[in-house]
C-alpha cells in the first residue's frame, strides 16, 4: 500500500493506494461510525463494512439531490449521530460527493473519509475535497469543498465494475495525460489491449500515477483560483452532453475532451496533427462517441459554473500534455459550435454514401 | 464607525460598527449583488438597498429550512449568478444564517458580507462566521463555519426594533457579561434606564464592548473546539425553551442562563450568591419569564448538537464574569431538573397560599 499526503489550506488528506479495508482499523473511531454507501456497492460489500450504522442511498446520479442529503442528515441524527460521530462514504463518485456534502454539513462539519469502489473515484473523485449535489439539470451548484481524512483505493474491487463505469475511468486518465503528462498518454495507447483486460498491475500503476497528477495541482491550488481549472479540461462540453445524451459522466468528459482539443485547433492555440493525435488514440481505447452538441448549448453553458460575470474561461491545450486556461467570448464559441456541427453533418453525409 | 478585524482560520472578516450603507460602496462589487433580506427587512430598508438583485424571504425563525436555501441558490441560478458573484445578507440573524449559508454553498461558496439591522445580529450572530437552518425541531443542524467578509452594524437601524427582538439582544449582552467580564456586567446594570429608553450613546459603547469580547474568543477559536464553547452558556436549557415554549430566542437564553447559573450554584461551582446577583439583575432589566423545563428535556439535550458521545459539555459559572466547561452525566443533569421543577412547584405552591 502505497500513501500519497495532499496538505491543503482545505484540511489535510490522505490517499491509501493499493490498501484493503483491514487497513483501516486504526483511522476509524471505535464507535459513532456512519457509513454511506449506495444500493449496488450495500450489495457487493455489505460483509466487510466496518462496525457501524449503514446508511444506503439509490444507486445512481439520480440521488444527487439535496434532498438526499437533507434525509442523511436525518437519519444520522434519528440515529444518534452528534458532533463527535465520522462519516465513512463507501462507493463510487455519487457517494462521495453526497458522503462529503453531508459531512461538511452535518452539525457543521464532522470528520469524514471514504472508500472508493469505482475506478472514476479513485483517480478523481475523491481527491480534492470537492463535494456536490445537482440543483435540477445543473451540476453540482451545491456543495462545499473539503478534505476527507483519507481515502482508500482498493484495486481489487475494480475486478467486477461495470464496462461503462470503467471506460468513465479511464476518460479521467486520459485527462491526467492530455493536460498534463504527455508520457503518461503514451503509455496508456502502448497498455491498451492490458488495461482492457483489467490487469491489476497496470492499473494500479497507471492510477497512481494519475493520482499524483491530480494531487500535485490540488496542493498548489485548493480552492480552484488558478491551476486546478485545468481539471475542469472536457467538462464544459462533457456536462453538456452529460445531461442532454445521459451519458455516463467519464464518457462525456471524454467526448468533451475532443471537442476541447478541436476548439484549441479551430483558435488557434494548438496544431491539428496534436489534435488528430488524441482522438484517434481515444477512439481507438473504446472512449469516444459520436455526439453532435445539442440546441442551446452556448446558454447551458454561459448559465453553467464554468462561467463568469458574461464570457468564459475555457482549458484548451497547446499540445498533448499541456493545457492551458483562455478566456473565451461567448460569440467565438457560438461560432466554433456552428463549425463543429455542420462539419459533423458534412462527414455523416460522406460516410453514409451522399 | 470603529473597524473590528477578525483574523482565522475559518477567513477574515471586518466589523464595521455604527457606520452606514454609504460606506460600503468600495467593499461591494459593481456587479453581481445578491440582496437576501426578509420581508419586513425589505419593507423598511428597500429604499437604501445597494445596487443588485433582491431575494426576499419571509421574516422569521419558520423560513430556517433546509428547502429556503436550495430556493435561494435556485433563484440565483435563474437570476444568472455565477462564481463570481456576492450575497450581502440584510437583516438580522435569521437573515445572516440564511443568506451566510447560501454563499457557502452555491457552487461551492461565493463571497458574502452582512448588513446587521437587529440588536442580537449586530452583537451576535453575525460574528464568527457559524451559520445554519433547522431540521425539524432541532436548531441549526445543517449549517457551515465560514467568515463573512465584512458585516456592517448600523445603531441607527435599532430605532424601530420590537420590544421583544431587543430584549433579545439584550440577552445577549447579559450573557457576554456573565462569561467574561464582570465590569460589564455591573454598567449594564447601572445604565438599565437608559438602555431601556435606546439611548443611542450608551448602546453603541455596550455593542462594542459586547462584540469585542465574542471577537477575541473567535479569533482563538475559530472551529469551536475550546474556549468559544463558552459562548454557548445558557443555550443549551435555551434551546428547548425557544422550540417548546416558541420564546424569542434572545429571551430563551436568558431564562437558559439562569437555569445554567442555578445548576453552577447546585455543583457547588460557583457560590448561591452570584446565581443571585445574576438573577435579581436581569430580572430587573425585564428579561427573566418563569418557565418550567418541559418533559423529556434530558432527551432533547443529548439529541442536541452540544451533547457528545453520551454525557453533555455544560457551560457553567464560578461567577458572574467567569465561565468554565464541565462534563456532566444526564444522571446528574436529570436529578437537577427534577430538583429545579419541584422547586419551582414549590414556591409557585407557596405564592398561591397553598
Sequence with gaps: MKSIKINTAGGES??????TVDDLRERLPA????IITDTNVGRIYRDIFPKGEVLEIEAGEKSKTPQVVIDLCRRMLDAGA???SFVLGFGGGVVCDIAGLTASLFMRGV?????????LSQIDASIGGKNGVNLGEYKNIIGTIRQPEFVLCDHNMLATLPEEEFLSGMGEMYKH???????????????????AARDPGILGDLILRSVRIKAAIVRRDPMENGIRRLLNFGHTFGHVLEIHYGMPHGVAVARGMVIAAELS?????????????????????GLIREAELPPNVIGR????????AGSVNFVLLRAVGKAIVRRLSLTDLQAFVNYYNERKDNSQSIQQGK
Tied chains: 1, 2.
Design 31 to 34: 464507535k459513532g461510525l456512519y
Design 82 to 84: 452528534d458532533r463527535s
Design 14 to 19: 490522505v490517499i491509501l493506494m493499493g490498501g
Design 111 to 119: 470528520r469524514h473519509a471514504f472508500v472508493s469502489t469505482s475506478l
Design 177 to 195: 495525460a492530455a493536460i498534463r503528462d504527455r508520457n503518461l498518454f503514451f503509455d496508456l495507447s502502448a497498455s491498451a489491449d492490458r488495461i
Design 265 to 285: 485547433a479551430w483558435t488557434g492555440e494548438m496544431p491539428h496533427a496534436e489534435y488528430r493525435l488524441l482522438s484517434v488514440e481515444m477512439e481507438k481505447a
Design 301 to 308: 453553458i454561459a448559465r453553467d459554473k464554468k462561467s463568469e
